[in-house]
C-alpha cells in the first residue's frame, strides 16, 4: 500500500495487491447439470435392475445408454459446473475438482468466441507453444470479463 498522505486521507492500494477476480458458476447451470446427472445415473440404474428381473426383456441397452449419459454428464458438471473461474494480472484459471488449468495472459495465442449471444456462449483459447486448446463456457457470475480480458490481453479493465 501507499504512506497515508495526512492531508488528503489514507491512500488507495496499489493495483498489484489487489486480489484475484474469483468467479463461480451460477446456479442455474450448476444445478441443471447436477440434476441431469443424477437423474439419468438413477434412472439407468432402474432400469437395469427392471431388466434383471426380467431377463428375456430387451431393455437394458436402454439403462446403459442411461448410465453412460450419466457418467458424461457428471463429468461435465465436475469440469465446468463445480469449477471457478480465477481472473488476475498474470492470466486466468479454471479451477475445479475435475480441472486445474492455468492460462498467462502473454501465453495466449488465439482465442474464438462460440455461439455469441447465444444460449450456451463460450469461449475456445488457444495458448502456449504446443497451441493447447481450453474450451471454457461462459456459465460462471461475471464471465463477460473473460471475453474482455483475451481480446486485452490482460486482466479486464473497463
Known amino acids: ?3 497515508a498522505d495526512p492531508a ?7 493495483a498489484a495487491a489487489l486480489p484475484p477476480l474469483v468467479l463461480p ?3 442455474a447451470p450448476r444445478n441443471l447439470m447436477i440434476l441431469a446427472a443424477m437423474g439419468l445415473l438413477a434412472a439407468g440404474t432402474v432400469v437395469l435392475a427392471r431388466a434383471l428381473e426380467r431377463p428375456d426383456a430387451a431393455g437394458s441397452w436402454h439403462g446403459w445408454l442411461m448410465l453412460l449419459l450419466g457418467g458424461a454428464s457428471a463429468g461435465l458438471a ?3 459446473a463445480l469449477a471457478r473461474l480465477v481472473l488476475d494480472d ?5 479451477k475445479g475438482l475435475l480441472v486445474d488449468r492455468a ?8 482465442w474464438k468466441a462460440l455461439s455469441p449471444g447465444g444460449p450456451a456462449e463460450s469461449v475456445l483459447v488457444v495458448y502456449g507453444e504446443t497451441r493447447r486448446r481450453l474450451f471454457v463456457p461462459l456459465i460462471y457470475e461475471e464471465s463477460q470479463a ?3 480480458g483475451l481480446a ?3 486482466f479486464p479493465r473497463y
Do not use: E, H, K, N
Open 103 to 110: 492460462v498467462r495472459w502473454t501465453d495466449i495465442q488465439d
Open 8 to 14: 488528503t486521507g489514507p491512500a488507495a492500494p496499489d
Open 78 to 80: 465436475g469440469r465446468y
Open 1 to 3: 500500500m501507499s504512506p
Open 25 to 27: 458458476c451460477r446456479p
Open 90 to 94: 498474470g492470466g486466468f484459471r479454471l
Open 146 to 148: 473473460l471475453p474482455i
Open 152 to 154: 486485452q490481453r490482460g
